[in-house]
Every structure is written in structure tokens, then in C-alpha cells.
């Protein structure tokens, strides 16, 4: 079992979490890219960053590449400017839609993470600890429009020696997501209000990051999932895809 410290910002808490002013966690007992980095020179100071994150880690250096506009087509209307930057890791297919998973760097916690070890009492992730920030690039592969709910397409890294029910800690904190300049939500505050569907139609593409302790060398596994729905919002459970593709952090 594992508390959490504060409420999770990512994704909502899988079954079996209990509220006790934290939450706590029950522990439990795709197919493969070869990484490849993005080939193209930094443009700026938090690609500067990134790649001296990167450099530190062991990763190939992690340059930023911005793509897809409003004006083309390429980015949804709701979405953030697409930001495609690190070192692939894998690409998952899940029905229409593919995510390559990208490590961008790392960076210092800048405070606790949402985990509590009851063994412990100690943080999972702890202020100082290392942190490895990914990059999510989610592409509608398909040829009819998909439309989505508030959690758009779900990823959901796991290491393999984690042992408990829950997705796995993280730190937020939009300070560092700009550092390493990746988009630490999916939606466009300032294309809002935001009302379900939201429409990604084929070939468009959105990207998000987010970032957990930094195993080096460790095994991972990228649950990557999605639920349509229809016109007014409503999830059409019955249409679900899903795939897991795995990888290894560098």
C-alpha cells in the first residue's frame, strides 16, 4: 500500500484507493521500436536545457522539433502546439490512433511527489530525487475522425518492478514541464471553453509529457487506451482500444 500526499493530477486513482486525507495504494505481485532521436538542432532555451538533461543522463541529447497548426489542419483546434522532442523510445498502435513515446530528459524533483509508502512513510519520489520527463505524440492513423472524452488518449507508463495497483508517482509542477519544454496538458486553455467531443480527425496529432523517478536502464511498459464517444460526451465503453507497447529508459 502506498499513500498519496496530494490529489493526482495526471489521471484519476485506479479501484482500491482509500481517502484518508491521502490515498492509498494496494500492491500487487505493443510492439517494440528501437530508439531513435529526433535529428534536428535546438531552438531554443529549454531545448538547451533538455538536452543538458538528456546529456546527463546518458540519453542522446533531446532537440525540439514544433509542428502542426490550426491553419493546416495538422493540429486539433483544442490543442496545444504540438511539440515532438527526445529520443523515441516506442511507438504504440492502439485502433486509429499510434503514440510514439519519446524520453526528453531529466530533472531534479522540485518537491515530493502524490506517493506515500506506508512501510515507510517516505515519499516515493522525494524532493531532489531524479526525474525522467517522456513525450507523448498522439496521431489519428486512421481515416475517420475520432471523437474523444476529457481524457483524450490515456497512457499509462509502469516500470516493471513496480509492484502496486495504481499508475505510477509523479511530480506536478508546470515550472519544470516548461524547463524541459513539453506540454504538461493536452488542451489549449485559451481555445476554450472545453466541452466533450473533442475531434481528432485523421492525421492530426496532439502532444503531452509527463515525468516519474528516473530508473536508468530499468524495463517499461506504456499502457496506451481510449473510449469514443458520441455527441453529447458520453462514453461508448463498447468501443474501448487498447495496446501496451514496452520499452527501456536510457
Same mark, same amino acid.
Given at each position: 500500500m502506498i499513500r498519496r500526499t496530494r490529489p493526482q493530477a495526471l489521471r484519476a486513482a485506479a479501484a482500491g484507493a482509500v481517502v484518508l486525507g491521502? !490515498?492509498?495504494?494496494?500492491?500487487?505481485?505493443?510492439?517494440?521500436?528501437?530508439?531513435?532521436? !529526433?535529428?534536428?538542432?535546438?531552438?531554443?532555451?529549454?531545448?538547451?536545457?533538455?538536452?543538458? $538533461?538528456?546529456a546527463t543522463s546518458g540519453a542522446t541529447p533531446s532537440p525540439e522539433v514544433t509542428g502542426g497548426t490550426d491553419a493546416d489542419g495538422t493540429l486539433p483546434p483544442w490543442a496545444r502546439p504540438l511539440v515532438v522532442k527526445g529520443t523515441k523510445l516506442t511507438t504504440v498502435k492502439a485502433g486509429a490512433v499510434s503514440v510514439d513515446v519519446y524520453q526528453v530528459g531529466t530533472e531534479t524533483a522540485s518537491k515530493s511527489g502524490q506517493f506515500v509508502d506506508p512501510a515507510t512513510n517516505k515519499p516515493i519520489i522525494a524532493e531532489g530525487d531524479p526525474l525522467v520527463f517522456v513525450n507523448?505524440?498522439?496521431?489519428?492513423?486512421?481515416?475517420?475522425?475520432? $471523437?474523444?472524452?476529457?481524457?483524450?488518449?490515456? !497512457?499509462?507508463?509502469?516500470?516493471?518492478?513496480?509492484?502496486?495497483v495504481q499508475g505510477m508517482d509523479s511530480v506536478v509542477d508546470q515550472t519544470l514541464f516548461e524547463k524541459v519544454g513539453i506540454n504538461s496538458d493536452a488542451l489549449d486553455p485559451?481555445?476554450?471553453?472545453?466541452? $466533450?467531443?473533442?475531434?481528432?480527425?485523421?492525421?492530426?496529432?496532439?502532444? !503531452?509529457?509527463?515525468?516519474?523517478?528516473?530508473?536508468?536502464?530499468?524495463g517499461i511498459s506504456f499502457e496506451v487506451s481510449y473510449v469514443p464517444v458520441d455527441a453529447a460526451g458520453k462514453l461508448l465503453h463498447d468501443q474501448k482500444a487498447e495496446a501496451t507497447g514496452k520499452a527501456k529508459i536510457g
Open positions: 491521502a !490515498v492509498s495504494l494496494s500492491g500487487c505481485g505493443g510492439t517494440d521500436d528501437a530508439a531513435e532521436s !529526433v535529428d534536428h538542432e535546438p531552438t531554443t532555451a529549454a531545448t538547451t536545457s533538455a538536452a543538458t $538533461a538528456a507523448y505524440v498522439v496521431k489519428n492513423t486512421g481515416t475517420e475522425p475520432i $471523437a474523444l472524452g476529457f481524457s483524450l488518449v490515456d !497512457v499509462s507508463p509502469r516500470y516493471d518492478d513496480w509492484k502496486y485559451g481555445k476554450g471553453p472545453h466541452k $466533450a467531443p473533442f475531434t481528432l480527425a485523421p492525421g492530426q496529432s496532439y502532444s !503531452v509529457g509527463e515525468n516519474f523517478r528516473y530508473e536508468k536502464g530499468q
